[in-house]
């Protein structure tokens, strides 16, 4: 590919001055900002994460804020997920779907209050869609995106990463829950979770003049932890069955054909857009759905969908693809159709390259 042109709509971050004195590798572009690729290379950053602890740019997870009156009233219009059960201090992933019942995001939402939600986004312009829906129904609610970054730790020594610089008491925060912190006299929410498998934290940094403070302390004190600066790698996030908005599931497709059925709350998250097409899904089935593929030897980068093919006529498509070390293939996923999706089906994937055989998987990787 050629070089993206930098511009002012191409967004730097809070941390773009320690990512590039970090020596990073390559930038993609998520939700208009930059995003970095690699490191070291993907092979080496791969095992880093695995083994060490990581330091994240992720401020391309850009926060929707919901405040006022009737946000938790908006927040439910968005997702087919029950919300009542939902307390402050709670993270819960949670599609978004228009009113076809078509994936338009799966962000994390975190309640920061009754009356005041952040919407951690995937990569598609969600605010503007946020905003539509709350002029349309005259919610009592302020829509905008605040100055928050995140910034991410992640790997097996992030706990003591994390503890160095916030406190002991982080040790005790539970998955998809999150806490108020303290660094250098100012009030830090802190969550336990991210875009891998391997354990950390996702640091929502409240105003971009404290972005590398933050990033410089985190360095500081895990010099001896071997931390390094990485970002979220595609083989360990297939391996994990992490999908990726925009790559394994566009608006094209339902909650219940990428596999998210299990948040859809469909009888109950009353007032939901698309709630009566989701009924329909829900009570007949989808009949396509992500599959974890294996692919023998190494295939070439998937920067477009890959037809999966039986018989001359097309039953899926690949999405994501990454050589996985670890497990000396290339990891995939791909949407089947129901004729295809049976684990230890062999697959034909036409790629750029030529024809590949794949193998579907009864499982993910890093839960088989």
């Known amino acids: 590919m050629a070089l993206i042109a930098p511009s002012r709509r ?5 941390f773009s001055d320690g990512v590039e004195a970090a020596g990073v590798g390559a930038y993609t572009v998520y939700n208009h900002m930059l995003l970095p690729a690699f490191f070291e290379s993907l092979d080496a950053d791969y095992h880093h994460l695995k083994k060490y602890v990581q330091v994240w740019d992720v401020a391309c997870e850009r ?3 919901l405040r006022g009156p009737d946000a938790t009233r908006l927040m439910q219009t968005l997702t087919p997920r029950d919300l009542r059960g939902m307390l402050p201090g709670q993270c819960l992933y949670v599609p978004i779907v228009d009113e076809t019942g078509g994936m338009l995001n799966d962000p994390v939402a975190v309640k920061i ?12 312009d969600l605010l503007l869609w946020v905003k539509g829906i709350a002029n349309a129904y005259r919610f009592e609610v302020l829509v905008d995106e605040p100055d928050i970054s995140p910034l991410a730790i992640q790997g097996p020594k992030a706990d003591e990463l994390a503890a160095r610089v916030f406190g002991e008491d982080i040790r005790n ?5 999150f806490g108020i912190f303290t660094f250098e006299g100012q009030d830090v929410i802190i969550a336990r979770s991210g875009y891998s498998k391997q354990g ?3 640091i929502y940094v409240e105003g971009a003049e404290w ?6 302390a985190l360095f500081e004190a895990g010099k001896d932890l071997n931390v390094r600066a990485g970002c979220p790698n595609t083989a360990e996030r297939i391996e994990g069955g992490l999908l990726s908005y925009g790559n394994d599931m566009t608006r094209d497709n339902t909650p219940h054909e990428c596999g998210l059925g299990k948040f859809c709350n469909t009888q109950t998250a009353i007032g939901c857009m698309g709630r009566d097409a989701l009924l329909r899904v829900a009570k007949d089935g989808p009949i396509r759905q992500i599959r974890p593929i ?5 295939a070439p980068a998937c920067d477009r969908v890959w037809p999966i093919m039986a018989k001359g006529q097309k039953v899926g498509q ?11 293939c290339t990891v995939a996923i791909g949407m089947v159709r129901m004729t295809h999706w049976d684990p230890g089906t062999t697959l034909s994937i036409e790629t750029p390259e030529g024809s590949l055989e794949g193998i579907v998987k009864d499982d993910f990787w890093h839960n088989a």
């Open 318 to 328: 690949i999405t994501s693809t990454a050589w996985s070390p670890d497990f000396d």
């Open 173 to 177: 925060l539970r998955f998809f829950r």
């Open 211 to 216: 972005g590398m403070p933050i990033w410089n």
């Open 10 to 14: 191409l967004r730097r971050t809070p």
């Open 63 to 65: 926060q929707v804020e």
């Open 200 to 202: 950390g934290f996702e």
């Open 294 to 298: 294996e692919i023998k030897g190494r």
């Open 113 to 124: 209050s009754e009356d005041r939600y952040w919407i951690s986004i995937a990569d598609s």
